[in-house]
């Protein structure tokens, strides 16, 4: 069984940045996919972005690409989420995941963003 909390969510303005951290225990850290997902009120979850076990290969949903950065540290058992430029539409509750098989599919319970002037 995998634990995930987030942090490090918070009011920002519009432009600004904030980073994310989801601290894992529990498990395997470095043998999980870790996926950040965000739901805003009245809106389905979106997946935001994902990173390897090893952290070689990432991916970003086209509405955060070049905004976004999600990075790793094994070490720690931690990821992050790096949001710069941020907007009013990245406001909504942003989860980690945890993901290495159907069985093996774990969540964090969440951390509200809002940007707002």
């Known amino acids: 069984q995998v634990q995930l909390v987030e942090s490090g969510g918070g009011l920002v303005q519009p432009g600004g940045s904030l980073r994310l951290s989801c601290v894992a225990s529990g498990g395997a850290f470095s043998t999980y996919a870790m996926r950040w997902y965000r739901q805003a009120p009245g809106r389905q979850r979106e997946w935001v972005a994902g990173i390897a076990g090893s952290g070689s290969i990432r991916d970003y949903a086209n509405s955060v690409k070049g905004r976004f950065s999600i990075f790793r540290d094994n070490a720690k058992n931690t990821v992050y989420l790096q949001m710069n430029s941020l907007k009013p539409e990245d406001t909504a509750v942003y989860s980690c995941?945890?993901?290495?098989?159907?069985?093996?599919?774990?969540w964090g319970q969440g951390t509200q963003v809002t940007v707002s002037s």
């Open positions: 995941n945890a993901y290495a098989n159907s069985k093996s599919n774990y």
